[in-house]
């Protein structure tokens, strides 16, 4: 009965803490528990949720990716410059093909190089704003043709867009990680990597795979902000890699790699949006909220290394 009470926290903990925060929320401000404001918060999401299903990929196999900011930045002005432009078609693709570069040199280096993904995508994170600044002379890109703009500004049936593209790439993504022999093959990796060679996996190509497919979907979260704030923006996505890692981990994505999912994720990236959107509304200084924000990182890790001790304990017994 323990075990079972344990293993149902763990699964539905994050759901239940979930709904006690709008119901919290709701009671603190009525203006939280609105359509207007619950599509606000869901539009603010969509940059953070794009990012936090890509890194996903990464951290099941053990990895991470610190450059996620840096690869908003550069995608969105590369974007922005294609958008001054008529069309959207060739914005896009430019955006999104300048963060799979990016991604694909970082998964390169790691799997093939051996270097360590903390040293790899801290060096790319610096390349990419540097290229950033370069290829902006270090000034925003702006003159965006109207159709790129309704990327980031338009909506569906009163869907917002950027929703709607976060809902996409998330139910594509959990296809790929449940129903598919590359997503089993990445928990492998990341479950135990000398096991997964000896089964004769290619541990570079799954890897290659993705860094990869991060460094795409950082690029498109990139394509969406620079739609939304209709400018490229090279001092954009600061420290977004780090609300990205959060948003995952607090879903239940492990960083030791193997454990997490989709799902998970974004109902992390909902948590910290709820939070976000409900200290604005109580008119919480923004300099309280970076320290509130430090706590649940902090938290989150924290939380990732207690579930795997009582993994690994349940294992033992």
Known sequence: MKFKFSENLARYGLVIILVLLCIALSLASEKFFTVQNLLIVARQISINGILAVGVTYVL??????????SIVALSGVVA???ARQEGVIIPIFTGIF???LCGFINGFIVAKGRVAPFIVTLGMMTIARGFALVISGGKPVSGLNQRFISIGSGDLFGIPNPVLILLAIALLSALILRYTRTGRHIYAVGDSELAARACGINIVRIKLFAYTICGAFAGLAGVVLAARITTG?????????????AAAVIGGTSLSGGVGG?????????????INNGLDLLNISSYYQQIIKGIIIVGAVWMDCATNKWRVFQMQK
Not at 61 to 69: C, I, R
Not at 233 to 245: C, H, K, T
Not at 262 to 273: Q, R
């Open 60 to 69: 099941l196999t053990g990895g991470v990716d610190l450059s996620l900011g």
């Open 233 to 245: 923006q090279p001092n954009a996505g600061i420290a977004y890699e780090l609300d990205a890692i």
């Open 80 to 82: 922005a410059l294609s």
């Open 98 to 100: 300048a963060g799979v």
């Open 262 to 274: 989709v799902g998970g994720t974004i109902l992390g990236a909902l948590l910290m949006g709820f």
